[in-house]
């Protein structure tokens, strides 16, 4: 178990940890006499939900994990790339501009259904504005606030670590991040090489896996822009061409 490398492992330990934490919450009105109806009973539950919520998360971050390490292994790897400094800084300004470009675009449109459907509940309710507006405006606050830290989150990362690229037929391990297409709710919808118009090539994937929100499992979608070394262009287009076959090619017939 190599946690220094794998990113991924440190986060199950973490909710290992959190797992505990829900078990000792639900012992703590034994352990100090506290009657159920004086707030055992909340605690009890509190706890309950802490450690499945840890449970379920320590599972998928310990199967993402055994993944990495297979991957850091270098198993069934269809190339490892490597970056020189220069390539390194012109893949993070663009892919900071590219990033920045696409989080705005979908801030507007949260934004603009947010205020349409704040619009709709303000005809047909006809009270509390101040509580829909305040509601509006706290969503396009949080959605706002989210798509800059995680942009400034993935700049600060590709600043920091000179970037490394493992790619297999399931997954793209790059610059400390795991993007994978196989398994259950996953889907590959679209693995391209791009070098027009761009001062380096890249190859780009375009995949969805599932989240939660609420309590329904729905479709996230990610973008994975990998850029290729100088001197790989003709393995990219090889590489792009047998991803294809494997994971879109089979399903389109």
């Not at 440190?10 to 797992?19: E, M, P, S």
């Not at 507006?133 to 600043?159: D, E, K, M, P, Q």
């Not at 329904?216 to 973008?223: D, I, L, N, Q, R």
């Not at 001197?231 to 399903?251: D, N, R």
Request: charge should be neutral.
């Amino acid at each position: 178990m190599n946690i220094s490398n794998n990113p991924l492992r440190r986060t199950a330990l973490v909710w290992t940890g959190i797992i505990v934490l829900g078990i000792i919450v639900i012992f703590i009105p034994g352990i100090i006499g506290l009657d159920g109806f004086d707030g055992g009973f909340a605690l009890w539950l509190l706890g309950g939900l802490i450690a499945i919520t840890g449970i379920v998360a320590a599972i998928i971050y310990n199967g993402l994990a055994n993944t990495l390490d297979g991957i850091l292994k270098e198993e069934n790897l269809l190339a490892r790339w490597t970056y020189s400094p220069e390539e390194w800084q012109t893949y993070t300004e663009k892919e900071h501009a590219e990033d920045n470009a696409a989080r705005k675009g979908l801030f507007l449109l949260i934004a603009v259904i947010s205020v349409i459907v704040g619009v709709m509940l303000w005809i047909v309710k006809r009270d509390n504005p101040l509580v829909i507006l305040f509601t509006i405006l706290g969503i396009i606050a949080v959605v706002g606030l989210t798509a800059y830290l995680t942009a400034s989150s993935n700049y600060r990362r590709n600043r920091k670590y000179l970037g490394e690229a493992y790619i297999t037929r399931d997954g793209v391990y790059l610059n400390r991040q795991l993007h994978i297409w196989k398994g259950i709710g996953t889907h590959l919808n679209e693995v391209v090489y791009e070098d027009a118009n761009r001062s380096q090539p890249i190859i780009r994937f375009e995949y969805c896996a599932p989240g939660i929100q609420g309590r329904a499992y729905v479709p996230y979608f990610y973008t994975a822009r990998v850029p290729v070394p100088r001197g790989e262009e003709e393995k990219a287009k090889q590489i792009v061409a047998e991803i294809s076959t494997a994971h879109i090619s089979p399903k389109a017939t």
